[in-house]
């Protein structure tokens, strides 16, 4: 157990539609990071969170968007979605501030969008 | 942008050496070369992390080259749970900033 907890484990959607996937990271880690696994594009950073303000940016989409709360547990959400979408979305959260640096990874949020 | 590249997959036997190879000539001068593992329906797990030279520790080693434009996980005697896809991650150069890449992916499999 990481002690990153992402919730909903599994989540299935129509096209259009719009959900939030929630991350509790671990205790007193500062950092949250959002990944998005597909058989396609493989694992890809989307965005980095610190203390509540956005860090580093990365494949995240227009439609995607992040935040980062004051307790530090972190949402994205994803509107309009597409088929292309569906994806395992993973959390990770790390102590330190930089972009590539020791994280742990929670289960996943596994999305299907139909 | 150059795509950080893996072999695709790896065989090995239990007990032996593996040493599995990144190439990431287009990284960002002043970033890491992290390394994960991940197990069917989970996530990736820490594995180890570099700059420069050789770095150890308890489960692996990384070799990193002084050109660093590419380096090695280097798994001693591996045994039948280390079967999983390896992922090496890096800052590449994108204009004056630096995007975060994960490689394509090793799959490694174990036998006896």
């Known amino acids: 157990d990481s002690g990153v907890t992402q919730t909903p484990k599994h989540l299935i959607t129509a096209t259009g539609q719009r959900v939030t996937l929630r991350c509790s990271p671990r205790?007193?880690?500062?950092?949250v990071y959002w990944y998005q696994q597909s058989l396609d594009q493989g694992l890809q950073f989307l965005i980095q969170?610190?203390?509540?303000?956005?860090?580093a940016k990365g494949n995240i989409l227009e439609r995607f968007s992040a935040q980062q709360f004051p307790d530090l547990h972190s949402e994205l959400n994803l509107s309009s979605l597409e088929l292309g979408d569906s994806a395992l979305y993973f959390c990770?959260?790390?102590?330190?501030?930089?972009?590539?640096?020791?994280?742990?990874f929670g289960q996943g949020t596994r999305l299907t969008v139909v | 942008l150059a795509k950080t590249t893996q072999p695709i997959s790896m065989d090995s036997y239990e007990g032996q050496e593996v040493n599995i190879t990144c190439s990431h000539n287009?990284?960002?001068?002043?970033?890491?070369i992290t390394w994960y593992q991940q197990f069917p329906s989970q996530g990736p797990r820490f594995i180890i992390q570099?700059?420069?030279t050789k770095v150890t520790n308890e489960v692996a080693s990384l070799f990193i080259p002084a050109d660093r434009k590419s380096s090695t996980l280097s798994l001693p005697r591996v045994s039948l749970s280390d079967t999983a896809v390896y992922y090496c991650?890096?800052?590449?150069?994108?204009?004056?900033?630096?995007?975060?890449?994960f490689g394509t992916g090793t799959r490694l499999q174990v036998t006896l």
């Open positions: 969170y610190y203390n509540g303000e956005e860090r």
């Open positions: 205790s007193g880690d500062l950092s």
């Open positions: 287009n990284i960002a001068t002043n970033d890491y």
């Open positions: 570099g700059y420069k």
């Open positions: 991650l890096v800052g590449e150069r994108a204009g004056t900033a630096s995007k975060l890449t």
């Open positions: 990770a959260s790390s102590s330190r501030g930089g972009m590539n640096t020791e994280a742990f």
